[in-house]
């Protein structure tokens, strides 16, 4: 089974900075990822699919990038909103990771 | 509106069963598979289930496999989860999600409903 590994698993950053969340999978999964953020008390949202396409209304401070095993998602000047929990999902088998909780510092 | 709603969570022994259902509203519910997903209290995401647009095709995660069965009811633009045999590791907030697929390409879960929790607990 393919197994994904985020890291971080927590991230304390401050607004304006760029932030990077790498997710790695055990064997290569070509772009099949999608990311989400999830706000505390609230339903995941689905931010990048396919490994880099942004999901309609998502703002274009946040990308996603790379292909087979290693995958990351950058916000590049971080807003108050911003401040979540993400996930990558494998696209394949439906699998999660396990999370990146990003908090202000 | 695109919308999601469930219901039908509650607390039940160990061993028991409940039967959650979710609501859709605003988008053509045939067209799409759709999923559940829970979450643990202060876990991650776990992927459960998914059942195909027609019903004619179901999956399962490995840990609720023999136990949960998905089935929906296109005529009532509502989708479903029977859970038997549950443990106290099925606690959890139970999310049924919109399946976002363009073209026979899978790219994700696009809309998402409020979640319905379900306690397992003696």
């Known amino acids: 089974d393919i197994q994904l590994t985020q890291s971080p698993s927590f991230l304390s950053a401050s607004v304006g900075d760029r932030v990077t969340i790498t997710c790695r999978a055990s064997q290569g999964i070509s772009s099949y990822l999608a990311w989400y953020q999830q706000k505390p008390g609230k339903a995941p949202k689905l931010l990048i699919y396919a490994a880099s396409t942004l999901q309609s209304g998502v703002p274009s401070r946040f990308s996603g990038s790379g292909s087979g095993t290693e995958f990351t998602l950058t916000i590049s000047s971080l807003q108050p909103e911003d401040f979540a929990t993400y996930y990558c999902q494998q696209l394949n088998s439906y699998l999660f990771g396990q999370g990146t909780k990003l908090e202000i510092k | 509106e695109v919308q999601l709603v469930e219901s039908g969570g509650g607390v039940v022994q160990p061993g028991g069963s409940l039967r959650l259902s979710c609501a859709a509203s605003?988008?053509?519910?045939?067209?799409?598979?759709m999923h559940w997903v829970r979450q643990a209290p202060g876990k991650g995401l776990e992927w459960v289930s998914l059942?195909?647009?027609?019903?004619?095709?179901?999956y399962y995660a490995d840990s609720v496999k023999g136990r949960f069965t998905i089935s929906r009811d296109n005529s009532k633009n509502s989708l479903y989860l029977q859970m038997n045999s549950l443990r106290t590791e099925d606690t959890a907030l139970y999310y049924c999600?919109?399946?976002?697929?363009?073209?026979?390409?899978?790219?994700?879960?696009?809309?998402w409903g409020q979640g319905t929790t379900v306690t397992v607990s003696s």
């Open positions: 605003g988008f053509t519910f045939d067209d799409y598979a």
């Open positions: 999600a919109k399946d976002y697929t363009i073209f026979g390409n899978y790219y994700g879960m696009d809309v």
């Open positions: 059942i195909s647009g027609d019903g004619g095709s179901t």
